[in-house]
């Protein structure tokens, strides 16, 4: 049998497309056309109005949610790309060992609730960080401020997606070959030189995409900020989640889920092109590849 | 020659990788100013030796100097020395003109000046025309060239090139050849020089360094080297020869007389410290037989001529010896001169001087 490239192409990845078609483009599609019904006593009408839209813009407490996700999100991803940076640094050019980068991944083996348990364990009131404090006499009563705040929120999620974002990080350092920092150096960069101006550049798109993938899974978790931030930790997954499952307003949960959806893309371009304005993110020029 | 004073001295170096000995005890001094060529087959350390002068691995044991330095802690931003890397290492979210200027920009010098100095750099290297280029947009040879261009544009004291011409073609290598011997004399640097081309490391080099499995077996000018190789490794490797294999029937004072098992007889004018009896190996370069004797004391062996591959100016023949052992002949063109064709009995000749009598490895 001769089959030409694009067919081959076609046929291996259309399980994926089929699956994808199935499971999430079309329900994708319904959510969306439900984002233009009205509901009415908990009983959801077929229609084609906007009010859902202009609802939530023009409610207060959906954008006070929606900024706090945004801004959990952003510090999160912001301090975990932070943190990642270095331990990809060290797992690809340093130790090369892939043994390393397993046991990180191995945190992930741990369910996710007994994390965000452990971690009420260690800042609630009667937890191991209050007990330390008092026995060192740092505080003579229990700080309950530890817990159900958004510094509990960020060390939480921190702890949930660093691995995930190391994992980013890790691979996308992995295609810069280390020849590059030799050839830098030899050119008289220091070591922390080469890394801003050859691999950092080279990185960037991969850093940019680790960034904004650990920005939406953190800026759509609800259950961390909800378990570990009390009433600083309301988002916007949360108000979505209410909207279906408590009072029933398909439509109105369906048309924030588009706004979020459509703030996460717009910050993905506001951040590239900073990027690309700071000169960070290197836009390559289009040259007539002729003869090549 | 240029002035002798060692811009780099290597004492006892060794560098081990786990247990794998990849230099061991290299003892190397590299004049200032001279084209310094590291030869040997693939493998054998030359790039690793080029590493390490470089600053990115360090001596297991021993020591390296640069201007009389050692600069065992020294890193290599600091190091008056710029590498050109065998697999070019450029950068690809710079273009052609970025990565050239990469080094000047490092050290800080103006703009115009910079821009000046990379254009000059892009059109030694023929490469004006590619300067927006990214790197991913060229072809293998014209990356070899930036790779010159953005080591050579720094003007280092000690430039170290890794096989630098590999990827080029026959006529740009030579345009290329020549240009890096102009800069050479230009800059007044110090080359240290890989290849695996004998041709590339004979035209260009000052002295030839010829290393085997992590060590150097020989140091000398590149015709000191082709003419009085030091061991069969030498001489195998740097051109092409012929080895015998003899054992010695005399030591005297004018020379030595060895002879093959099916007679043959070689004479060279060395006395060497061996005596009667032991095995030697005897090389002679197919340039230095002949089919016709012009010097009465020549010597001589019967042959047939098996075979004749022309090639314009010279020819090789292959020829048998008595004992069935094939012996490769070049002859120079010369239209007054009868030569034999394939087939005919013939009589090879050389002269004393030309015999090379080495140990068996
Ligand atoms: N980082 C390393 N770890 C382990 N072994 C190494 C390392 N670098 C080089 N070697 C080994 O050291 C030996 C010398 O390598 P080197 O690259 O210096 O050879 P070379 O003479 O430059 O060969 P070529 O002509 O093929 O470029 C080789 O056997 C190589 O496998
Ligand atoms: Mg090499």
């Known amino acids: 049998m001769n089959l030409s490239r694009t067919k081959i192409g076609a046929i291996l990845a259309a399980p994926t497309v089929v699956y994808m078609v199935i499971f999430f483009v079309v329900p994708s599609l319904i959510l969306f056309s439900y984002s233009f019904w009205s509901s009415e006593s908990y009983r959801v009408v077929p229609d084609f109005v906007f009010t859902n839209y202009l609802d939530s813009l023009h409610s207060a407490v959906f954008w006070k949610v929606t900024i706090n996700a945004v801004r959990i999100g952003l510090t999160t991803a912001a301090i975990s790309l932070v943190l990642a940076v270095p331990v990809g640094y060290y797992l690809v050019y340093v130790s090369r060992s892939q043994t390393m980068l397993y046991l990180i991944l191995i945190t992930w083996f741990s369910s996710y609730l007994v994390r965000i348990y452990a971690w009420r364990t260690l800042l609630g009131t009667n937890g191991v960080l209050n007990a330390v404090l008092l026995q060192l006499g740092i505080v003579d009563h229990p700080v309950d401020a530890f817990l159900f705040s958004s510094f509990a929120v960020t060390i939480t999620l921190v702890h949930i997606y660093l691995p995930f974002c190391i994992l980013l990080v890790t691979s996308s350092l992995s295609e810069i070959k280390p020849d590059l920092i030799d050839a830098a150096r030899d050119l008289g960069t220091s070591s922390l030189g080469a890394f801003f101006r050859v691999i950092a550049p080279n990185a960037a798109n991969g850093l940019a995409g680790a960034f904004m993938l650990t920005f939406i899974l953190v800026a759509g978790d609800y259950v961390t900020p909800q378990m570990l931030g009390g009433s600083s930790g309301q988002t916007t997954g949360l108000l979505i989640a209410d909207q279906f499952r408590k009072t029933g307003n398909w439509p109105l949960g369906a048309a924030q889920a588009f706004v979020m959806f459509v703030i996460s893309i717009a910050l993905y371009f506001i951040l590239v092109s900073l990027g690309r304005a700071t000169g960070l993110i290197v836009k390559r020029r289009t040259i007539n590849p002729k003869g090549i | ?361």
Request: charged share 20%; with cysteine; hydrophobic share 40%.
């Open chain 2, 1 to 361: 020659m240029a002035a002798i004073a060692p811009i780099i001295e290597i004492r006892n170096g060794t560098k081990m990788f786990g247990s794998f000995t990849a230099l061991a005890d290299i003892n190397l001094s590299i004049n200032q100013g001279e084209i310094l060529t590291l030869l040997g087959p693939s493998g054998c350390g030359k790039t690793t030796l080029m590493r390490l002068i470089a600053g990115f691995e360090n001596l297991t044991s021993g020591t390296i100097q640069i201007g009389g330095v050692d600069i065992a802690n020294i890193p290599p931003e600091r190091r008056p020395v710029n590498m050109v890397f065998q697999r070019y290492a450029l950068f690809p979210h710079l273009d052609v003109f970025e990565n050239v200027a990469f080094g000047l920009k490092v050290k800080g010098m103006p703009k115009e000046e910079r821009t000046e100095r990379v254009n000059r750099m892009l059109h030694i290297v023929q490469l004006e025309s590619f300067a927006n280029r990214y790197i991913d947009q060229l072809s293998g040879g014209q990356c070899q060239r930036v790779a010159l261009a953005r080591a050579l544009v720094n003007g280092p004291k000690v430039l170290l090139l890794d096989e630098p011409l590999a990827a080029l073609d026959l006529k740009i290598r030579q345009h290329m050849l020549a240009e890096m011997k102009r800069i050479h004399i230009e800059t007044g640097a110090t080359f240290v020089y890989v290849t695996h081309d004998q041709d590339e490391a004979l035209i260009l080099s000052d002295r030839v360094v010829l290393m085997e499995k992590g060590r150097v077996v020989q140091v000398d000018r590149p015709t000191e080297m082709y003419a009085k190789p030091k061991s069969l490794f030498a001489a195998k490797f740097l051109g092409e020869t012929n080895i015998f294999e003899t054992t010695i029937t005399a030591v005297n004072g004018i020379g030595t007389t060895a002879r093959t098992s099916s007679g043959i007889q070689f004479h060279s004018s060395e006395t060497l410290t061996k005596k009667p009896s032991e095995k030697i190996a005897v090389s002679i370069r197919p340039e230095s037989l002949t089919f016709q004797h012009k010097n009465p004391d020549a010597q001589s062996a019967e042959c047939v001529v098996d075979d004749i591959v022309f090639m314009g100016s010279r020819s090789f023949y292959t020829v048998r010896l008595n004992d069935q052992s094939k012996v490769r002949v070049q002859v120079q063109r010369d239209g007054r001169l009868s030569v034999p064709s394939p087939g005919d009995k013939a009589t090879i000749f050389w002269d004393a001087s030309n015999v090379v009598m080495l140990p068996r490895d």
